[in-house]
Structures are given as structure tokens and as C-alpha cells.
């Protein structure tokens, strides 16, 4: 991942890792329900336990002799596809997650349109920004992907991505945008790009994906924070960090924990 761009890089970035960042939405999961066998927890414990996806363009290739470019080709090919691959699978589970939160919750149905994303929409505005700040690089994240889709044709425009809900504000812009992109796999319209070296244009896939699972987990961050902000819940701290406290409270928690800087 590209670390010119300290929202998105890897190693120096302001975001804890996709991982990192999964497991601390399981971690007030835990916190919320512990004595229960919640599913829905689940998607982010897997997710977070996800270290890498193996891909050989050249596995069934049973040429005897194989030029040099093509081999390099087919290397490069590699590469590109277990970051791709890589990403697309934290999604998966992101957006299980994701999906089986908002169905274990009560969402009243928005008037102005139907469906699911509609009143997780209407419920954040009417919730959420009521009482909270956007959470810190959410509309970073946002302008981002929106950038980098525009430099990927394959998407299409960004115009027919970004329908603008009726029913939602600023926190379920993101959430309108990646529900799109989520479409396009899902029902076979993904193309997967090529090699930046072998590309006339660059290529963006990984990163879109990438982003689209912050803006996802920022999402569910957003969706905790206005149905428990009244609930007197604690987290622990990470065992990993000598802290005098054991605990920390759940809101704090929700507001940060995707911040590389705050120690939980």
C-alpha cells in the first residue's frame, strides 16, 4: 500500500491495521455481550486472524518452456493478486459483520426509500450525528476512494456509483458509495486490473477495496456509538499495554479505536 498518503499507508499511517482494526470492533463486541455466543462477533474475530491469501498465476501453466517476460508477467500478475485477493477477503468478512449487526438491531424503515442500507442511513443521522463528531479521517477516507474510483474506469462513473440516499447525511455517505462497489463483485461486474507495470493507467483495485472496508468499520463504529451511547459498558485494555486502569469506557473506546496513536 502506498505510504505517500499517511491515511492509507501501512507501516507510518494514522489507522491501526484492516486486522487491528476488525479486532477491536470484536473486542467491544465481547465487551457488549460476553456470556453469549453472539455470531455476529464472529465475522470480526476470523477477519482479524486473516494473515495472507496465496496466489500462482503460473499453478496450472504446464508449458515446458516459458519466455522470461512472460514468466515475469505471470510473477507480477501474482503480486498483484494476493494484495487484491488479500483485501476482497477482509471485505467479505467486514460486510457479514456489518450486515448481521444491522439485522440484530431494530432499525425503524426511512419513509423516503426502502431497504436496509436506507434506514442504517436515516438511523445515523437522526442518531449519531445528533450527538458525535464524524469520526477522525472518515471524510479523508471518503475523498479518497472517490478520487481513486474515478481513476479506475472499470468502475464506471463515479456519478452512477454515488446515488446520494434520501434518507441518510454526511455519515452514510461512504456506506451509499461502498455498498456499490460491494455490488460490483458480488454480482460479477469486478474486474480485477492489471499489474501497475503492465497497465496504461494505474491501478487502483486494491486500494479501493482497502478503503472501502474502513469505511465500512468506521461505519459499524458510528452504528455502536449511537445505539450504546446511554449504556455504561467498559472495554479491556489491550493485555499487551501495562495501563494502571483495566478498563476503559466503551464511548471512548468506539470514538478511537481505529486510530493508530490511541493505545486501548
Known sequence: ???????????????????????????????????????????FRVCSRITKVEYNESLHDHSMIICGPAGDYDDAVSVHL?????????????????ESLVDNLDLPECLHQRGKFNKVAQYLLTKYETEFKL?????????????????TPSFGAVDNLYTPSKCGGKSGIGLTLVY???????HGAFEFGEPEEYNMTKSYHTRIIHISCRIILLTIQMLLLAT???????????SKINYDEEAMPALEFLQNLHLRDYRS
Not at 141 to 151: A, D
Not at 180 to 186: D, G, L, M, V, W
Open 180 to 186: 456499490k462497489i460491494r455490488n460490483s463483485f458480488a
Open 228 to 238: 450504546h451511547q446511554e449504556d455504561n459498558i467498559e472495554v479491556e485494555l489491550n
Open 1 to 43: 500500500m502506498e505510504c505517500k498518503n499517511p491515511i492509507i499507508c501501512k507501516k507510518h499511517g494514522f489507522l491501526v491495521s484492516l486486522p487491528e482494526h476488525a479486532n477491536n470492533i470484536y473486542r467491544f463486541l465481547i465487551a457488549e455481550n460476553p456470556y453469549d455466543n453472539d455470531p455476529t462477533r464472529d465475522w
Open 82 to 98: 494476493e494484495k487484491l485477493l488479500l483485501n476482497l477477503t477482509y471485505f467479505t468478512y467486514v460486510w457479514g459483520g456489518f
Open 135 to 151: 469520526p477522525q479521517y472518515y471524510n479523508n477516507l471518503v475523498t479518497l476512494l472517490t478520487n481513486y474510483l474515478k481513476e
